[in-house]
């Protein structure tokens, strides 16, 4: 199969995306947190394309993007007042809300859960297309299974070139990080399952009269994830990734440490921090295998440039990364969620953060 990248994408492109979606093919678009694998949510063999493209396990279940709010009841038995609230404020946007699915919506896009993800992208190519389909679209990040997500369409062609027939480029992602996920099933209560832009204390003020809560499996290693996805390792470089968290004179002494120990040893290192860290340790590694994520403690820097670091190495010959961690608030709750699953739970905590 021949993927064709289409950019400019114009109206005809839409339209014709919208109806190789309705024949049940797959299209790659663009969303404000990461490039999505789109395919028509109430296809049962559409969406059975999407998990053999990316080699997805089967119980790791897909979220519907919806064109507008009224389109929420045509994928939900029952839109709470806390998704509904959740979905005024901050949709479009990146939010997903966990609700009872409807009747028609296939096991295959919910694996098997009679809850499902909905979310309204805030990118107008990505609503648009949903619009021109007329149907939800279930999308998860247009990668392999395991690897960081995409935030270009050069970065979905890297890893779905020849499995999907076209990706609509519509430039980098503004965030690039995935949409945070809220459960809104349980009455008085709402319960983050993956944290994004949208974040826990965002949601709170939104909702005062509610608990908000934290899934305990986003910070605790030995905690079972309630979002079925969140067991599997996401987000993968090829080389070994060990993140170090603290203050940041004991981070850097850290990492100077290990870069000269694994330099030591033979190793080529890569180095993922911040400006400040980076600047600290030159002349310990070559250029070509530093990437700095924006000053210290601008966790939006962070998360914007974040699998593109991680992707960054991969056709090097840095056998093992290493990367400065931040304050797991606000938007530093999802760096390190993905920072965490990325390099398999090593987390070196050097000293308490300091910002």
């Not at 404000?32 to 063999?45: P, S």
């Not at 089967?58 to 709010?69: C, G, T, V």
């Not at 096991?107 to 499902?116: A, E």
């Not at 820097?301 to 290493?322: I, S």
Request: net charge negative.
């Amino acid at each position: 199969m021949q993927t064709q990248i289409i950019s400019p994408v114009r109206d005809a492109d839409i339209a014709h995306a919208a109806q190789m979606i309705r024949d049940g093919a797959l299209v790659a678009f663009p969303t404000e947190t990461v490039y999505g694998l789109g395919a028509n949510g109430l296809d049962v063999a559409a969406c059975a394309r999407i998990y053999a493209a990316k080699g997805r396990p089967s119980d790791n279940p897909l979220i519907l993007h919806i064109a507008d709010l009224s389109m929420a009841a045509d994928a939900a038995r029952i839109v709470t007042p806390a998704a509904a609230h959740l979905l005024t404020a901050f949709a479009p946007g990146p939010i997903t809300v966990i609700l009872p699915k409807a009747a028609h919506v296939p096991d295959i896009v919910t694996g098997g859960l009679s809850t499902v993800g909905v979310r309204c992208p805030d990118h107008d190519i990505a609503r648009a297309l949903i619009r021109a389909a007329g149907v939800p679209i279930a999308a998860p990040s247009a990668n392999t299974s395991g690897r960081p997500s995409p935030t270009t369409a050069a970065m979905v062609s890297d890893d779905l070139a020849g499995r999907i027939p076209c990706i609509l480029d519509g430039g980098a992602c503004r965030w690039g990080v995935e949409s945070t996920i809220v459960d809104c099933t349980e009455d008085g209560i709402v319960t983050v399952l993956r944290p994004g832009a949208v974040t826990r204390e965002m949601i709170a003020a939104e909702l005062p009269q509610m608990e908000v809560r934290v899934d305990p499996a986003l910070t605790a290693a030995d905690a079972v994830p309630r979002a079925p996805g969140m067991k599997y390792r996401h987000y993968a470089p090829r080389a070994s990734l060990t993140v170090y968290t603290g203050a940041p004179d004991t981070v850097t002494a850290a990492l100077r440490a290990e870069i000269l120990r694994r330099r030591a040893e033979g190793t080529q290192v890569g180095l993922i921090a911040s400006r400040e860290t980076c600047a600290a340790l030159t002349g310990l590694i070559s250029p070509a295998y530093v990437y700095a994520c924006g000053a210290r403690g601008d966790d939006a820097a962070y998360a914007n440039c974040l699998y593109d670091a991680l992707r960054r190495f991969d056709n090097t010959d840095a056998g093992a990364l290493l990367a400065e961690g931040t304050d797991e608030h606000g938007l530093g709750l999802a760096v390190m969620n993905r920072l965490r699953k990325a390099s398999g739970g090593n987390i070196i905590i050097v000293g308490e953060y300091v910002s």
